[in-house]
T-cell receptor
């Protein structure tokens, strides 16, 4: 069964360092999402791509976060510089057009010290 | 702005008992509605969804939910809990202007006792 792949699974970084997460969606899924899930809360959408274009990045802290999906397939989310409050699970999901069904990867748990 | 309220951050039931997880939403227009399950250190898995049509929706693992427009609710139920149902459950609604965007509740942790 096809799955969304994410790496790394766990990342520990020091405050003010740069960190990057990678996501490979299910083959053929045009829409890709990055979510942030703070402990004890539900996921919050950071950015949504349709192919290589950004559809929604209204909740992305653009002063330190960036996301790209250059060829419309895999995607990278970057944080620079990391802050203590960025400690969270970062989830990637993908969906086929108009399916209203998002498939989630296992996530990357980030700890900022 | 739309929001989702899940009553009860923790629910405990005995194995074999009824599971009821509550979800209410605020929206001027009936949204699309979803329930997801998350096991420890894993991503989310879709249990069921309501978009249009029949208001009683059946999902995986014996779960079902009913969309009640008059009550703005989408409660999740399962007649008989199993130990393997222990997990975190999230209710979500679609954004009014971007139906691909999901707005999640804060989650309900279900514990199942033998």
């Amino acid at each position: 069964e096809a799955e969304v792949a994410q790496s790394p699974r766990y990342k520990i970084t020091e405050k003010s360092q740069a960190v990057a997460f990678w996501c490979d969606p299910i083959s053929g899924h045009a829409t890709l999402y990055w979510y942030r899930q703070i402990l004890g809360q539900g996921p919050e959408l950071l950015v949504q791509f349709q192919d290589e274009s950004v559809v929604d990045d209204s909740q992305l802290p653009k002063d330190r976060f960036s996301a790209e999906r250059l060829k419309g397939v895999d995607s990278t989310l970057k944080i620079q510089p990391a802050e203590l409050g960025d400690s969270a699970m970062y989830l990637c999901a993908s969906s086929a057009d108009r399916s209203y069904e998002q498939y989630f990867g296992p996530g990357t748990r980030l700890t900022v010290t | 702005a739309q929001s989702v309220t899940q009553l009860g951050s923790h629910v405990s039931v005995s194995e074999g008992a009824l599971v009821l997880l509550r979800c209410n939403y605020s929206s001027s227009v009936p949204p699309y509605l979803f329930w997801y399950v998350q096991y420890p250190n894993q991503g989310l898995q879709l249990l069921l969804k309501y978009t249009t049509g029949a208001t009683l929706v059946k999902g995986i693992n014996g779960f079902e939910a009913e969309f009640k427009k008059s009550e703005t609710s989408f409660h999740l139920t399962k007649p008989s809990a199993h130990m393997s149902d222990a997990a975190e459950y999230f209710c979500a609604v679609s954004d009014l202007y971007n139906t691909d965007k999901l707005i999640f509740g804060t989650g309900t942790r279900l514990q199942v006792f033998p």
